[in-house]
């Protein structure tokens, strides 16, 4: 037994590792450890909490790895996963001087954002398939590298085609580790420690959409745009550098015998793939790899929740993306104003993060406390209850403000309001799917990820022509609407997801290793 891991084992260690479906009973997941006595199944430190996944006995398996160590890889992966929306973001903002310099619409400049948040969703589904088939370090190292050339050529375009082709493709590469942390969090951390280190991803996440609009509106004052995309090009570097140093391969299919397991050889091997190459047999092939996300779409779980965050997460990507255009005549914003109004929706996410790391738990630990120590799924949809409303009234607030011209003030409260409506939705989507299929990690936070990206390109293309067309009173109360109407598929999951869930059958891939 691992020398690391704070864990202790009732009436002996269990000879065979457990996978989560066999500690689930009908009424969900058993963590209570007094419900299952003389079953040898390993608990934490407090003995109270059964451990889902039973971790093997090979201090290799990295459920066994130190505190220390797990929490230093997902942080390394958790910190990368804001780039991706931090550099895409910037665009926001710097497209009012390069609509100036290469004199064209500044509309058109953000067409150049719309091909970016495309990518985005096909370039995390592409993460998932090529992390499930070659492992997860070299892909995160090779995606990263490719990542930062991309983000250079970003900052040394000349032109608008040169700087369309660069976001396209730093939208494709820069996503990895956006779908990879919650992949390293099912692969490093049991299943009731998920929703707060899901809480910590998202944070960063959502927090790095408006801290890129706000560090670029304040550099704009003093320098150039292609500067807010070098300082970009030097985050990325930074990303890679920690990932070089700090990040593991972290599969394990338990289901093999620890001593059939490949062992670690030398890390420059396992960062560029040479050493998961070697035991490439032990991983599904790619046409397996392939599937995988197909059929994880296909479960009407899945689905559903896919469908309610389009239509949730959709309307913040859309102001986001334009509401630059919107303050500089109603408010004569400049760039450090727009840069100071950033500071709502950034608090907005910070006070979501705090808030979340503890409502998510507390909400949990009372529906098992009430269930006689089991864990259904739909659990984690409690929390929208509060959450919908909060986003409900934000969206309609700001359309309000902007339709009658109200203080900024009202109008940057009531952005924020949304932003942390949605932080606590957003922890809650992931944590739901990602109990209700562990083995399939990656796709369905790639397909969540996916339907988020592609969502933003909708309303991003669309936003602008659409406020000229009615107002913002009326587009953000429309949406509202479809904010409000999409709950109603979390209330029906509530209801009818366990049998929506048993009907489908588990997923049966090849291998039930991400």
């Keep these: 037994m691992s020398q690391n891991i704070e864990f202790e084992s009732m009436n002996g260690s269990a000879e065979k590792a457990l996978s989560p479906g066999q500690l689930r009973g009908r009424e969900g997941y058993i963590l209570d450890a007094r419900l299952v006595p003389n079953h040898g199944l390993k608990t934490d430190k407090t003995r109270n909490i059964i451990l889902i996944p039973q971790p093997s006995d090979d201090p290799n398996d990295p459920l066994n790895w130190g505190q220390y160590r797990k929490q230093i890889v997902l942080g390394v992966v958790a910190a990368s996963a804001s780039l991706p929306e931090f550099g895409s973001a910037m665009g926001i903002i710097t497209a009012i001087p390069q609509a100036r310099e290469w004199h064209i619409p500044q509309n058109t400049v953000l067409h150049s954002l719309v091909g970016n948040l495309a990518m985005l969703g096909f370039g995390g589904v592409s993460t998932v398939v090529c992390m499930t088939y070659f492992g ?12 930062l050339w991309t983000a250079a050529f970003c900052a040394g375009s000349k032109t608008f085609n040169e700087f369309m082709a660069a976001r396209i493709l730093n939208g494709f590469f820069s996503v990895v580790s956006y779908t990879a942390a919650v992949v390293y969090v099912n692969d490093l951390f049991f299943l009731h420690e998920h929703a707060r280190k899901i809480n910590a991803w998202v944070f960063f996440i959502l927090l790095a959409p408006y801290l890129g609009p706000l560090i670029t509106s304040f550099m704009l004052t003093k320098t150039s745009w292609r500067w807010c995309f070098g300082v970009y090009t030097i985050l990325a570097g930074f990303s890679l550098i920690a990932v070089a140093l700090f990040s593991e391969e972290t599969y394990y299919d338990r289901s093999i015998p620890p001593d059939e397991q490949p062992k ?6 396992r960062l560029v793939g040479v050493e998961q190459l070697k035991s490439r ?14 059929k994880t779409l296909l479960k009407p779980t899945v689905f559903i929740s896919a469908v309610f965050y389009i239509f949730t997460y959709m309307w913040g990507i859309g102001i986001n993306a334009t509401i630059s255009i919107f303050l500089q005549p109603l408010y004569h914003f400049g760039p450090r104003e727009i840069g100071f109004f950033y500071f709502a929706p950034i608090v907005a996410a910070i006070l979501g993060f705090i808030v979340g790391h503890w409502l998510h738990d507390a909400v949990t630990n009372i529906y098992i406390r009430r269930h006689a120590g089991h864990l259904e799924p739909e659990a984690r949809l409690l929390v929208i209850w509060f959450s919908a409303p909060l986003m409900v009234t934000g ?3 700001v359309g309000l403000a902007l339709q009658h011209g109200w203080h900024y003030m009202l109008a940057a409260f009531a952005w924020g309001l949304y932003v942390f409506g949605l932080v606590i939705t957003s922890v809650a989507i992931n944590a739901y799917n990602l109990t209700s299929y562990p083995q399939a990690a990656g796709e369905v936070t790639a397909l969540i990820g996916f339907v988020r990206s592609f969502g933003g390109f909708i309303d991003t293309y669309v936003q602008v022509e659409w406020v000229r067309k009615v107002g913002p009173g009326k587009t953000l109360g429309t949406q509202a609407g479809m904010v409000g109407a999409a709950f109603l598929l979390i209330v029906g999951m509530q209801i009818f997801g366990k049998r929506l869930r048993d009907w489908s059958g588990p997923l049966n891939f090849s291998s039930n290793k991400v």
Excluded: E, K, T
Aim: no cysteine; aromatic share 14%; glycine share 2%.
């Design 136 to 147: 997860r370090l070299p892909v995160l190292f090779w995606f990263s590298l490719f990542s």
């Design 264 to 269: 670690p050889m030398s890390r420059l091997s």
């Design 281 to 294: 047999r032990l991983r599904n092939s790619f046409g397996d790899a392939l599937m995988r996300p197909v």
């Design 395 to 397: 969206l309609v607030l």
